[in-house]
């Protein structure tokens, strides 16, 4: 009986040791497709190479670096203030029953296939844009647009469980010392839970920078520098996902190379909103 | 109360009128968070909207029958949701067991230490992973070092890495959900611990439990950029798992993106959101009866 207990939890334990396995995996093999074009190229060449010319070998990420940002930066301009506001709202003023209506529109907002806001950007938001600018609509503000809805649901949930891990003292304290129901938030409850506020705000960075389809979709996808946030982009995601279609060779290990650039920024941005603590008292 | 508030904080220069301004303050700022809501609400709304008036009317039976013809432009998509129901199931059924006895091992038997706290490090990082580094990963690891090419078995190994943390996450606080006392009982009856785990704690955290798998089948249901080069894009039903296939993700996004069909694109997208939504409502349903123990 003894040994069969140990052995069920010897298998349970290497059940939990594949999700390290699986990180080292996908590490190494990105990694070790990548890094020959790097090291090939320069990683300061490859990095601030304006041009992307994979059939002449010129590979410079640049312009992809620059799109990532700027529609990641788009997306947050956009997404936060409301993400937060609606954060605020569902942990201090909705009433049960109405939060009862916007939380599982949040999941399902969440659920939402990333091909289908990709189709939303494309036959609403880009003609739109086309429209009132009189140009030709992909560009960083359709982008931008997208994303902010899809980082949403990322900043609400977690900004919330801030929230609402304030003790409850802080808010007693502020209302009896003669404050307003919104001094409170804004002043007390708010800075309290920050640091869970920040951390959603980084996740969702993360989750603007990683996204791929929907992008792909709406942002034309042009390797030039962007002059305005109505200009076209591409990218670092996108650079992978439209060119792994039919890349070989030097060309898709540079896409690998692309790949170890969004790999890092991620993994940057995943450990530094792990390492901040999401409520109050962590 | 104002005029004793006015009295006793001269140095803080609270007059009637700024509290008037401090009211008024209060209703902007608070008619902002609302705004924030209903902006929320409304663009939910409009995406599902927009997708479902112009999807549902090109539906008919005989899209779901039919197989596609002209690349996806004429027909239905028949062997596109029998690919989709492969791939999830064939992830499932390797990501469940896995996921589950990580989430036993680590509320059950870990204590804590540098591995375990690895362990929940990758967990998040799997998590915050984006999808197209899934997609290479799969493509050059599954399709190309183990040579499995693009098929449904490529596909769903990288589909189980990346549903791994969702059914992990939510078994854990399932597991975690069910009183101590339950456990208590059970050991006080000379069971052991596995036979605790396997016939008291699991049964009662089995909504919770599902709630995550089901979770994992919407995110199968819904990826295409890890999909699209692990599975393929090829159209016509696989006949063995190590076929490729195109899911209804990835056939939407080729329809999209190349406008071969407006009806047909629609359509899918219409097939595509319902299974979402249906989705969504069974793993609530399964939360409201775990919240219920």
Redesign the interface.
Known sequence: ?KT??RI??L???F??????L??L??SY??IK?GAPIITKVGLMAFLTGKQWSPLQGIYGIYPMIIGSLLATVGALLLGV??????A???A???KPR?AG??R??????A??????????G???IVPFIRKTFQNQGFSVLAGSIILA?MI?PTI?NISESAIRSVPKDYKEASLSM?S????A??KVIVPAARSGIIAAVI?GM?RA?????AV??ITGNSTLIPESILSPIRTL?GN??IE??YASGEHQKA??AT?IV??AF??L??TV??MIPKKVGE | MVAGLTENNKNNRISSTSVNAIRRNEKIAFGMLWAAAIITVLVLIAIIGHVLINGIGHLSLEFFTQEPENMGKEGGIFSIIITTVYLALFSLLIAAPIGVSAAIFLTEYAKEGTIIRLIRFCTESLAGIPSIIFGLFGYVFFVVFLNFRYSIVSGGLTLTLMILPTIIRTAEEAIKMVPRSYREGSLALGATKWQTIYKVVLPTAMPGILTGIILGIGRVVGETAAVIYTAGSSLGLPNSIWRPGRTMAVHLYTLASEGLSKENMYATATVLIMTVLIINFAANKLIKRLVRI
């Open positions: 009986m069969y207990e069920i939890q298998v349970l334990f059940c939990a040791v594949i999700a390290i699986g990180v995996l996908i093999f990105i497709e203030p409301v993400g937060i506001g609606c605020v709202f569902l201090e003023l909705a109405v209506i916007i599982p529109g949040i999941e399902l907002l659920g939402i296939p990333s091909v289908v806001y990709g189709l939303y494309l036959v609403v809805i949403l609400i003669g307003s129901h919104w001094q938030i804004f996740l993360g920078i990683g996204e791929t389809m792909i979709m995601t992978i996902g792994m279609g896409l690998f790949g969004l790999f991620i993994m941005l995943n909103a792990n």
